[in-house]
Structures are given as structure tokens and as C-alpha cells.
């Protein structure tokens, strides 16, 4: 059968009996970088056109719907124009923070594709911390955003970044907790450990009502540290203009709305790995016939899906629910979700304890 | 053979920066080059197979480095006209605690065995499984009473933060 693990597979042998070992380890790195770009290109672009497509629907309008069919290579023609503009170092700025910022925030959002198992099989580093690797260069990004907003010499960029720099730092820790109870019920940090603990059912179905509630705070977290409506503080266009990119132009503010995008995708490829099983096919008991025809559905489209489906949820209550204030978002975090998660985190360490999981 | 250029390479980053840290005249170009050199040292933890220990060092050096940058932000005066000018007694005071720190760094890193670091390297020494075990096996109280440590400066700091509470 035709699927990405054997495709890599097959590449992988065909370079080892043509090319001494070096080589092809070489070429496969070359070949990696190349996927990991073009991944990165194609999701900017379908994940923008999603989000304005989305927010449409939500809104009863159309959406881009001039250049192609549907308006789909909207994003194209926007991508383009961005290349063409020019991109502008404020005089007052510190140019070399300045221009070094979105390729921190951009090199963060890239290292966290290594861990991610796409499909069965198909995963470019399986390191045995995988769920602390993520969360550890995850934070690597705020330190590129709070660059970007010192160095642009503006009063609404400092503002922006320093309001990004103190939502991560609260909403770091129910994110982190939300992934542990996932961590004490498989007893394992690796990524495809966790997928694999979930083959005969998804942890929010094996899981009960505790990891119910660690899936929600895990979106509500992932939803504040990605920067995004109603958290998007960082950025609030109302108050702050743009926020922390609100002086960057042309190529350079496209990399800060790409690492955005790829950020959402990434958190929400994480939550589908750690509560939805990754790309395992859903599964009911002992229903051989249903279960036979889930199998057959490729292991990358149940990942794909899986992903998706988070990121429209994401778009969903970006488009219904209004922005917090800053206040509120801190009591939220602080007062009402991290209490919740660490309790959470009691009953899920019992649970696990007494196997009162599936 | 490619670990120990990587080993070098990372030695060199990390005192490169370290010294770029003191020297550099903007306190936000200083806490930036304190990331690279944590970055050089987790790079040493993930070189003897401490995996573990390496993303935890990044997590919370990336963090505290974050919470260093916004305390440069708000706390400290990048004015440079209005810096306070301080006098040469505390500058040779400054120096001379210097050196005497080092000499006792000196003197005590003087003795220090090397030992065979390449024994270390693959028995996993630096794993979650084996770490938790010595954490909570060996070292069981004093890991505990460091906790203990860790929520009284919490608590500290929260009481601090209050001043309407008297």
C-alpha cells in the first residue's frame, strides 16, 4: 500500500545504494530542510485563506473570492505583494534586534516541527523528551517577540511585547500541566510512546471527565500563548495599532504572520497528538467491521484531520468571543485555571495510580 | 570525532558570550547574550546524553531570561545621561571581590579530578527514569527541603508584591 512511511522508506534506500552512507545521510538532511520549508509555505498559505474563509462563514459574507476559483490563490497574491514591498528599519531603531526578531520567532516555530510524528512512521526526530522539547523552544519565541517590541522604538511595540511576554509566562504553566496529566497517564515524554499508548482509544475517551477538562484548558492556554483573539493582547488592534510588529513592513512582518500561523498548527498538532490520538484511526471496542473500514483511511489524513479540526475550533472562538481585558486575563489564568489544573493534575496522578482509566 | 568539535565549538560559544555578557554597554544586549550562552551550556547536558536535563535548563533559563528582560525594560534607566556615576573606591572595591572570587574558584576547581567524562555518555545516566530515582531515592530529603525553600521565597514574594497589607 501506498503511504508516506513507505515513500521515505524508499527514498532512504534508494540514496544508501546509490551514494556512500555520508552522502546520502547528507541529501537527506538537504531533502529534510526542503520539506520542512515547503510545509511551512503551504500552511502560511492555506491556513490564512482558512482563517478569512472561516471568519466569512461566521460573519454570513463571502470572503476573498476574486483572484481564482473561491478566491483560493488569494493568499498567493498576498504573499507575492508582501515580497515586492519594501522593508523599512525605523532610523530610531536598534537594527541589528530589529532585523534579527522575526528570524528568532521564525527559527522557534521551525525547531518545534522536529518531534511531530505526521503519520505512522513519519517523524523527523523521535527524542525521548519530545513534550519538553516542545515547551522548551516554545519559549524561545517570546524572547524573539519581546526583541521585536524593544528594539522598534515604539511605545506601542514595548507595550505589545510586554503584555505577550507576561500572557506566556502565566499561561505557560496550565499549558505545561494540561500536557502532564497526558504524560503521567502514558507514563512516557515521547511523542510516539504517547501515540502509540493510544491505540485502543484516544486519551479523551480513555481518560474520563480529568483529562476532559485538561483537553480545555489546554486549547484555552495554547489559544493565549499562540497570541490569538480573544488573547491577542500582544496585538490589539484597537489599542495598540499592531503591537509588537506594528513597525515592521513588507517580508519581514509576512515572517511574524507566518510564525503565527505555523505556531497555531503546531499547538494544535500537539493537542491532537496528546488527547486525540495522534494519526491513530478511531476506534469503537470490538466493532471488527467499523474498525477495519477506520484502518483503511490513511494514517497522515486522520493526522491532518485531527489537526484541522483543532485549528477551526481555534478560528471559531476567535470570531465569537470578545478580546480580554489584560486584567482578565490574568485572573482567568491565575485565579481559575491553573487551581483547576493542579487539582486536575492530583485526580489524573490517582487515576493513573489506580488504573481507573480504560 | 564530531562530538568533540561540537564540544568545543559549544565551550568556545559559551565563554565567547559570558565574557560578551560583562562587556557588552546595553544591559538588553547583555540578558540576549546570557540565552546564548545557556543555550551553549544545554548544548554541553544533550552532548553527555543528559537530554532531560538540557530542555529543563532551557525552560528555565529561557523563561527567567524573559521575566531578566522585561526587569531591564522596566527597572533599570537606559538613560545615559542620568546613570548614577560611581566612585573609583567602589569600582576597586568591585575588583578586588572579583579576584578574590576567582581565587577560590581557582583553588577549588585546582584539585578537581577530570575523571573519564566518555564513560558517561551512553549509559543514559542523564535520563528521566534514572533522574527520578536518585532525586527520590538517594538524595530524598534535601530534595525536599529545597522545595520546601522554593515555596517560602514564593510565599515571600507574593507578601512582598502586597503593600496595602500591614
Known amino acids: ?358 | 570525532m564530531i562530538t568533540q568539535y561540537l564540544f568545543y565549538f559549544l565551550t568556545f560559544t559559551a565563554i565567547f558570550c559570558a565574557l560578551l555578557v560583562v562587556f557588552s554597554k546595553n544591559p538588553i544586549y547583555s540578558a540576549l547574550y546570557l540565552i546564548v550562552t545557556f543555550f551553549a551550556t544545554a548544548g554541553h547536558y544533550f552532548l553527555l546524553n543528559a537530554q532531560f536535563l538540557g530542555a529543563v535548563h532551557v525552560i528555565v533559563y529561557a523563561g527567567a531570561i524573559m521575566v531578566l528582560f522585561i526587569y531591564v525594560i522596566m527597572m533599570l534607566n537606559l538613560n545615559k545621561e542620568v546613570e548614577p556615576h560611581k566612585s573609583n573606591i567602589i569600582k576597586i572595591a568591585a575588583t578586588v571581590c572579583g579576584g578574590i572570587l576567582g581565587l577560590v574558584l581557582i583553588a577549588a576547581l585546582r584539585e578537581t579530578e577530570l575523571g573519564e567524562i566518555t564513560e558517561y555518555s551512553n549509559n543514559g545516566i542523564g535520563l528521566i527514569e534514572k533522574l527520578g530515582n536518585v532525586l527520590f531515592g538517594a538524595y530524598m530529603v534535601p530534595f525536599e527541603i529545597s522545595t520546601v525553600l522554593f515555596l517560602s521565597a514564593m510565599v515571600g514574594a507574593v507578601f512582598l508584591s502586597k503593600k496595602n497589607i500591614h
Request: glycine share 8%; net charge neutral.
Open chain 1, 1 to 358: 500500500m501506498l503511504s508516506l512511511e513507505n515513500i521515505i522508506n524508499g527514498i532512504h534506500t534508494w540514496l544508501n545504494n546509490t551514494f556512500d552512507p555520508t552522502l546520502a545521510l547528507t541529501c537527506e538532511f538537504v531533502l529534510l530542510g526542503i520539506t520542512a520549508i515547503a510545509i511551512f509555505a503551504v500552511l502560511g498559505l492555506v491556513l490564512v485563506l482558512m482563517e478569512r474563509k472561516v471568519a466569512a462563514i461566521m460573519q454570513i459574507r463571502k470572503g476573498p473570492n476574486r483572484v481564482g476559483p473561491f478566491g483560493m490563490f488569494q493568499t498567493v497574491a498576498d504573499t507575492l505583494k508582501l515580497i515586492m514591498k519594501e522593508g523599512l528599519t525605523p532610523d530610531g531603531a536598534d537594527k541589528v534586534l530589529f532585523n534579527l526578531a522575526p528570524f528568532i520567532v521564525m527559527i522557534a516555530a521551525m525547531l518545534l516541527l522536529a518531534p511531530i510524528p505526521f503519520a505512522k512512521g513519519v517523524q523527523m526526530w523521535d527524542i525521548n523528551i519530545g513534550v519538553l522539547f516542545i515547551s522548551a523552544v516554545s519559549s524561545i519565541s517570546v524572547i524573539g517577540i519581546l526583541m521585536a517590541g524593544w528594539a522598534s522604538n515604539n511605545k506601542y511595540s514595548l507595550l505589545g511585547a510586554m503584555r505577550s511576554g507576561a500572557q506566556i509566562v502565566s499561561y505557560e504553566l496550565s499549558a505545561g500541566l494540561s500536557v502532564i496529566t497526558i504524560v503521567i497517564l502514558t507514563g512516557s515524554l515521547q511523542l510516539s510512546e504517547i501515540v502509540n499508548a493510544q491505540q485502543n482509544g484516544w486519551w479523551i475517551f480513555k481518560g474520563h471527565i480529568p483529562v476532559l477538562i485538561s483537553f480545555v484548558t489546554f486549547i484555552i492556554a495554547v489559544t493565549a500563548e499562540t497570541n490569538r483573539a480573544p488573547f491577542d493582547l500582544a496585538e490589539a488592534e484597537s489599542e495598540l495599532t499592531a503591537g509588537f510588529h506594528t513597525e515592521y513592513s513588507g517580508m519581514k512582518f509576512a515572517l511574524f504572520f507566518l510564525a503565527e500561523y505555523i505556531n497555531i498548527f503546531i499547538a494544535c498538532a500537539i493537542g491532537a497528538t496528546l488527547f486525540l490520538g495522534g494519526w491513530m484511526p478511531f476506534h469503537i471496542g470490538n466493532w471488527e467491521g467499523f474498525n477495519a473500514i477506520m484502518d483503511y483511511i490513511p494514517s497522515s489524513i486522520w493526522f491532518v484531520g485531527k489537526t484541522f479540526f483543532l485549528i477551526f475550533l481555534m478560528m471559531w472562538f476567535r470570531w465569537t468571543f470578545p478580546r480580554l481585558r489584560v486584567d482578565q486575563l490574568l485572573n482567568l489564568e491565575w485565579k481559575y485555571l491553573l487551581p483547576i489544573s493542579m487539582l486536575n493534575l492530583l485526580v489524573v496522578t490517582v487515576m493513573a495510580i489506580m488504573g481507573w482509566y480504560f
